[in-house]
């Protein structure tokens, strides 16, 4: 199992991989967290399979910068010819999603 954690006033970020089909995304997603959290889940999806899901029911809080962290690791596994997927999106991100307009992407993935 590879973990990455990122430290931030609100909390940590972790990215734990625990099969390559599947990871979990843990603690704050936020402004604070948001380069690091994103560059642990590029790592991790580059060594995916061509499918996976990322549980998002352990991120405690999120903000548009974490909003922008998931919308760009949809955008990357597109460009990588993978299909992502996210589980248990909590409710404060997909407010954040839908104001942006852009909740759909988030639940249904590429």
């Known amino acids: 199992m590879a973990t990455g ?15 390559p089909e599947r990871c979990t995304a843990r603690g704050a997603l936020t402004f604070a967290t948001a380069r690091r959290a994103r560059t642990l889940g590029l790592d991790a999806q580059r060594a995916a399979a061509k499918s996976f899901v990322i549980d998002c029911g352990d991120i405690s809080e999120a903000d548009s910068a ?9 955008a990357e596994a597109r460009r990588a010819g993978k299909a992502l997927h996210f589980e ?22 590429v």
């Open 88 to 109: 248990r999106l909590p409710e404060g991100l997909l407010r954040l999603a839908r104001i942006s307009a852009v909740d759909g992407m988030l639940q249904q993935g």
């Open 66 to 74: 974490g909003l922008a962290v998931l919308l760009d690791w949809l």
């Open 5 to 19: 954690a990122s430290e931030s006033k609100g909390g940590a970020f972790e990215f734990a991989v625990s099969s």
